[in-house]
């Protein structure tokens, strides 16, 4: 008899702002429930959801939502990183 | 140098703001063809000295045409100037039925300088189709200041594009942007020939500028990238000021997004 494992998959979905209903800019998706690789799906794809609310309703687990901070003086002119990555996840169980 | 050849104010304006451009068709075919036969053969393997002038490499290599062509030495001329030095280059192979993941990236970020820039120009010297995996570039990343491949994580980032082009399309980037190189899912080898070229002059209206009071200028300037969000308003202030920097015009704003925060009268009225 096989054994039944529990594996995760992530979600990161980067908003455009801190509220968890705004609009999904920007996606990643790591599987470990298989081999597939994931990776930039060309100019023309569509994120999974609009929102993360969209993919909570779809039955997705937040896990991390992003911290809302100040920009430190000085560097108020300055953007590096998405500001808005949240990690959501779902978990799945796996026969063997 | 024909002035009719170089950019326009309307496309330096389009790339300040997305951080590159791109030209379809720029090379003839037969040219593309001896490029990439000197790319498939290895001949172009050996790097000229680093900091050179970038007129001395490729004399007679059909790469060297392909850069001493009228109008691609023009946009280069309307970018960095005049004599601008050789950095580096390479024939970048993405052999047929290789899979390259995730792999989003900025080039350098030990290059910290604020509005003085380095151009990338990648020439596809075959047709590349959306399966062979022609670079990807984010539009409006130039001014973000990341760690080279730290941003691996992210996967997609809405408005993201592809080249998927004919052979001798150019894309004229802005060294900052955020790129990656794409898989090939096809069965043939896939060459893109990147070059690196820095300024040795000021970047000051080097391209033709007839038209710089177009409305189309402060269009293009003012155009909202979808996956800034919230950061636009600061993305469209970093971006005014490199409009500054281009047109060697300090007073230059779009609305009065500079015009406030530089206005600190000191002004004392008596009897006030």
Known sequence: ?96 | MDKNLLLTSVEMAQFASTGFLRFDNLVPRELCEAAHEEMSTGKLRRRAPMGSPFSEPWPDEAIGKVFRLPKVAAIIHSLVGPNPRYDHHAAHLTPANTRKGANLHQDAEYDIRDLHFDIQISFFPEDTPLESGGTLFVPGTQFRRVHEAEIKRYQNIIGQVQAVCEAGTMFFWHTNIWHSARSNFTDRDRYMFKLRLNPTVRQQRLWNTDDLDSPEVKQALNQKIPWHGQRHRIELMNRIKFWRFLTGDPTFDLALWWGRVENTPDIIVQGG
Do not use: H
């Not at chain 1, 096989?2 to 801190?18: A, C, D, I, R």
């Not at chain 1, 705004?22 to 569509?46: H, I, L, N, Q, R």
């Not at chain 1, 590096?80 to 026969?95: G, P, R, S």
């Open chain 1, 1 to 96: 008899m096989p054994e039944t494992q529990l594996k995760q998959k992530l979600l990161f979905l980067y908003l455009g702002n801190s509220s968890l209903e705004s609009e999904v800019v920007g996606w990643s998706y790591y599987d470990g429930t298989t081999d597939e690789m994931f990776e930039a799906a060309g100019e023309d794809a569509e994120p999974p959801y609009n929102s993360v609310l969209d993919a909570m309703r779809d039955g997705w687990r937040v896990i991390q939502v992003p911290f809302i901070k100040a920009p430190q003086v000085g560097r108020e002119y300055e953007n590096d990183y998405l500001d808005f990555e949240f990690v959501l996840e779902k978990m799945e169980a796996i026969n063997g």
